[in-house]
């Protein structure tokens, strides 16, 4: 008898349980601008935040553009987490301009901000590398997660910089000391041909994959590809509350309706819930970058390297837990 009422206070104690998990501390590296699916992966980071899976600590930006980081602190805002740092690359890579990027600049007829934020000027933002930095030396030893899903310029740039006010510890050190994943979008596993976020910082991407200490789990442009956001829940899915800078940054990106591969997103969920069954992964192995930008996996006892996979039977699955997350209104716990 004594053992059914152990197991029935195990089960009622069982959320509790869950409950008390740190939850993950998460930078965001970011293109923000270039593709609309950044835009999304930033909303279904602050879903796993308001579920209490992870903590937004920093996002930073790879693309070089004025409104890129007035942009995330408006979506920050949104989300009521207004104060989370933002830090931006100097003389980065890529186009400037953006479609939906000019959300953050709109205003209303008696001309306030469309939608609040205080994070006027790009120049208000700290160095990206300064940032990744600091937020790393705050956070537990093996316990922070990195999700890049731009180029891989501030990360490569953070792991050649030396020991400072900030930690005494190299970039790559605190790199070994304090992360735990690197999920990064980017590279093509099923096409040989270069994939955009490599392409653009191409010895950017060779320095990271060859260097970053710790394990690397990529998701190659074929996963989101496979899984489209679909317009219908752009449409229909926003309607609690008063509207969302997202949904109005989805609209100004592309003419609707249209459905948009889910590539940012995927890396997001992967790196909070690794353990779910959205995806497959491939043994370890090595990802190499060449001159063109081509990635070549070669599997490798003890490599750093996996990417993932997707059967079939994980694609409905895997989308209908982006969409619910995504268009997850906000509200709930600002920390």
């Not at 200490?213 to 190659?220: A, D, F, H, Y």
């Not at 930008?293 to 993932?308: P, Q």
Request: charged share 20%; hydrophobic share 40%; glycine share 8%.
């Amino acid at each position: 008898m004594w053992q059914r009422w152990v197991i029935l206070m195990l089960l009622l104690l069982a959320p509790s349980f869950a409950l008390a998990v740190d939850p993950i501390p998460l930078i965001f590296d970011t293109d923000m601008g270039n593709d609309i699916d950044d835009a999304l992966a930033l909303a279904t980071i602050h879903a796993l935040q308001t579920r209490g899976e992870c903590r937004l600590i920093g996002v930073t930006l790879t693309k070089d553009d004025p409104l890129a980081a007035p942009f995330v602190d408006m979506i920050n805002t949104y989300y009521g987490r207004g104060t989370i740092p933002v830090g931006v690359v100097k003389n980065g890579k890529g186009r400037k301009g953006s479609s939906y990027l000019k959300v953050a600049a709109q205003t209303k007829a008696d001309g306030s901000p469309s939608w609040p934020y205080d994070l006027r000027q790009a120049s208000q933002a700290e160095d990206a590398v300064s940032l990744l930095r600091r937020l790393l030396a705050k956070v537990p030893n093996r316990s922070a997660v990195i999700v890049q899903v731009g180029f891989s310029t501030n990360l490569a740039a953070f792991l050649d910089s030396k020991g400072d006010s900030i930690s005494p510890l190299s970039g790559i050190d605190l790199a070994r000391q304090k992360v735990a994943l690197l999920s990064i979008m980017a590279g093509n596993f099923e096409k040989a041909v270069p994939e955009f976020n490599v392409r653009e910082d191409i010895p950017a991407a060779q320095k990271l994959l060859k260097e970053w200490p710790t394990e690397v789990v990529l998701s190659g442009w074929e996963i989101g590809v496979a899984l489209p956001y679909p317009a219908v829940s752009i449409e229909q899915d926003f309607r609690v509350g008063p509207g969302s800078p997202v949904v109005d940054a989805y609209r100004a990106y592309a003419k609707m309706p249209y459905d948009r591969p889910t590539w940012d997103l995927t890396s997001v969920l992967y790196a909070v819930r690794p353990s779910r069954d959205y995806f497959g992964v491939t043994e370890p192995g090595t990802v190499v970058v060449d001159d063109t930008g081509i990635t070549v996996f070669e599997k490798k006892a003890g490599g750093r390297h996996r990417y993932l996979t997707l059967t079939p039977e994980q694609k409905a699955r895997t989308l209908e837990a982006l969409v619910q997350l995504t268009s997850q209104p906000a509200g709930g716990p600002a920390s």
